[in-house]
């Protein structure tokens, strides 16, 4: 058996992830999210102009997160030519996972001073669901934050991926499923808040989530996990599994005539995409303070869609840059001109399908490109006066 016939093992072409540059942005992005940013929150005084607020704090970690999720959306989509409108569905239920644990840690401070959070004694709940076991406990919930979206992607995965599900197909049956569960989670009776969701969180790990300390630590693990994602990214292209993904893009039925089975790859990248998705969301709530139903909702998985359209699908950084491009202008829009957000969102989508096929990121490869043949019109030009 040859090591040929198992893609993801070993490669055969020895390729560093990063050039010195490339290793260098990612250091000094890890370094600020570590040290320069929790440093300037959480040490310098308000007064000075160094001193960064809790506001933008929140504002980046929250961005962040989205980062995350356009990072796993390009697996998926960018690489493997399968485009989900369904992935909000896996950040939210990582949300939810470890959300329960947060409305466990409130304990009697909650509004109705009960063991039980305010939505069940409101609702006149005498105890927890069976479902609510365990949650509790921190390495219970984190667990669930990668079980509960990963699960039910390989499941919904195996099933469609068996079927030959492609195309626009795929994409209408994973909007259908986000949208199912969307309604599920709206409805009282399923003990997961209703359309008000999980809010109002008090500690984590017994620090209180509202202290600067402990939001400087939550943003410095999303910004080390959004680093992790993007190496976690790059060695899977680089990889021979990257190469099959791409193939599959291409071509899955040439694929299948070489004698590989898409299911198993397309099943994996499918699944490790919901997870990382699952986990972001887990990191979404305790930084932004609330988790309900509407980031179900079928709109914010075209708008991830968006993000990586954006930013240029198919490359490493596309993404992160789409999702920071697109948010960023969010935050701005929905607060000096909310009427006009989606307009603006409508019309910039429109004009990067136009003008920018490969997203923000292809305006950098579209400079390399014409630079050497600026070169050889130049020795054309040369040679002909010289005849």
């Given amino acids: ?102 409305m466990r ?21 005498k105890a927890y669901p069976w479902y609510w076991s365990f949650t509790d406990h921190f390495w219970y919930s984190a667990m669930m934050v990668v079980l509960a979206p990963g699960l039910l992607a390989f499941v919904f995965g195996f099933f469609a991926f068996r079927s030959r599900i492609k195309g626009v197909y795929f994409s209408i049956i994973t909007q259908a499923l986000t949208y199912a569960f969307m309604l599920l989670f709206f409805r009282n009776d399923t003990g997961f808040g209703g359309n008000n969701g999980f809010t109002d969180f008090k500690r984590i790990l017994g620090f209180r989530i509202a202290e600067p300390g402990t939001r400087a630590a939550l ?7 959004l ?41 994996f990248i499918w699944t490790l995409s919901a997870v990382m998705c699952g986990i972001a969301g887990a990191l979404y709530v305790p930084q932004v303070g609330i988790i309900n139903p509407s980031e179900m909702s079928p709109a914010n998985s075209i708008e991830i869609a968006i993000w990586v359209a954006v930013g240029g699908r198919g490359t490493i950084l596309g993404p992160v840059i789409g999702a920071a491009l697109v948010n960023g202008a969010k935050s701005f829009f929905t607060q000096a001109y909310p009427e006009y957000w989606l307009f603006f969102l409508g019309l910039l989508f429109i004009l990067v399908t136009l003008f920018l096929p490969k997203g923000v990121a292809g305006i950098a490869s579209m400079g390399r490109l014409r630079a050497p043949a600026r070169d050889r019109a130049a020795v054309a030009r040369e040679e002909g006066e010289k005849t």
């Fill in 1 to 102: 058996m040859r090591s040929d016939d198992f893609p993801f093992v070993g490669s055969a072409e020895r390729q560093a992830l990063f050039g010195a540059k490339g290793w260098a942005a990612l250091v000094a992005f890890v370094l600020a999210v570590m040290v320069v940013v929790p440093v300037a929150f959480v040490f310098v005084p308000a007064g000075s102009p160094f001193h960064l607020s809790a506001y933008f704090v929140t504002l980046v970690g929250k961005i962040m997160c989205y980062c995350i999720v356009a990072v796993a959306m390009n697996l998926i989509w960018g690489y493997t030519g399968i485009l989900s409108l369904g992935h909000g569905l896996f950040f939210a239920l990582g949300g939810y996972a470890f959300g329960m644990y947060l």
């Fill in 105 to 125: 840690m409130i304990g009697r401070e909650g509004q109705y001073q009960s063991d039980l959070p305010d939505f069940m004694v409101f609702l006149d709940w």
């Fill in 219 to 225: 943003f410095a693990i999303t910004g080390i996990y």
């Fill in 227 to 267: 680093a992790a994602t993007i190496v976690l990214s790059r060695g899977i292209i680089r990889s021979k599994l990257g190469r099959v993904l791409t193939a599959i893009r291409d071509s899955e039925s040439r694929l299948m005539f070489s004698g590989y089975n898409p299911l198993w790859y397309k099943l």
